[in-house]
């Protein structure tokens, strides 16, 4: 949650317990506005953050991608590509909109999807049943990672998921910090597209401010961009995100 003064930028999942908290808070006369998730049924004065849907459909393209260089036929009828998408806590409205496109994305290939492993968005969680999916379905194909929270730890911890990635499987997700990309460059990951954190936080702030202090209304949704981690840019984005590592 990030504040200024008697306002409050905050990322949330889209229920109605959150609406009427934020509710609440504007009646209260402080100013809230999201970021990342959304609560659009809220009185939030505006949303800043990425186009999830749009954010999705990339990172499927981005597979699709990686598929072609690993000469990996995703549209060979008679071999599915087994797929598993783990997301944060379901029903979450940005969440829900970057699996809706990958989904929509890979409809007309042989990308099957197995299951939806939700970590509640918890990292250790999500280390946890990444670690024992894998070890139960070795087979599995490919891994969306709709969010980054198994990221944070390095390959050591993760030694079914090497293992797995080692063999074969191929790994695709959203979100890009230091750690995040040690693993691709490790060979874990092969495709990120990441979120432009620094500009949610910057100017969701300054619009927040000039809300506030000025009367300047803002549209309803910012749009910040996507970034794309693939092994063209790999080290460059290494260097560039060293120095923000997440401890």
């Not at 505006?46 to 186009?51: L, M, V």
């Not at 087994?82 to 994305?105: H, P, Q, S, Y």
């Not at 432009?196 to 910040?224: C, R, W």
Request: negative net charge; glycine residues 8%.
């Amino acid at each position: 949650m990030l504040k200024i003064g008697r306002a409050s930028c905050i990322s949330v999942n889209d229920t109605p317990k959150y609406d009427r908290i934020i509710n609440r808070a504007m009646e209260a006369g402080i100013a809230v506005a999201t970021f990342d998730a959304d609560a659009p049924n809220s009185n939030r004065i505006f949303n800043i953050g990425i186009d999830n849907y749009e954010a999705g459909k990339v990172t499927a393209e981005g597979l699709l991608k990686v598929l072609d260089q690993k000469n990996i036929d995703y549209n060979d009828p008679d071999q599915e590509l087994r797929t598993m998408i783990m997301t944060g806590v379901k029903g979450a409205l940005n969440l829900e909109k970057r699996i809706n496109a990958f989904l929509d994305t890979v409809a007309d290939t042989n990308i099957v999807i197995e299951d939806i492993v939700e970590n509640q968005d918890n990292v250790n969680l999500a280390v946890e049943l990444l670690e024992q999916y894998v070890q139960k379905n070795p087979d599995i194909d490919i891994i969306f990672f709709v969010g980054g929270w198994p990221f944070y730890v390095p390959a050591e911890a993760l030694p079914n998921f090497r293992n797995w990635a080692q063999n074969g499987g191929v790994a695709v997700g959203i979100d890009i910090f230091y750690d995040a990309l040690v693993l691709q460059d490790r060979g874990l990951i092969h495709y990120l597209v990441g979120q432009d954190m620094a500009t949610m936080g910057s100017k969701g702030l300054s619009t927040l401010y000039n809300y506030i202090k000025y009367g300047v209304k803002p549209p309803e949704y910012i749009k910040t961009g996507l970034e794309i981690s693939n092994q063209e840019n790999l080290d460059r984005l290494l260097r560039i995100h060293q120095p923000w590592r997440v401890k």
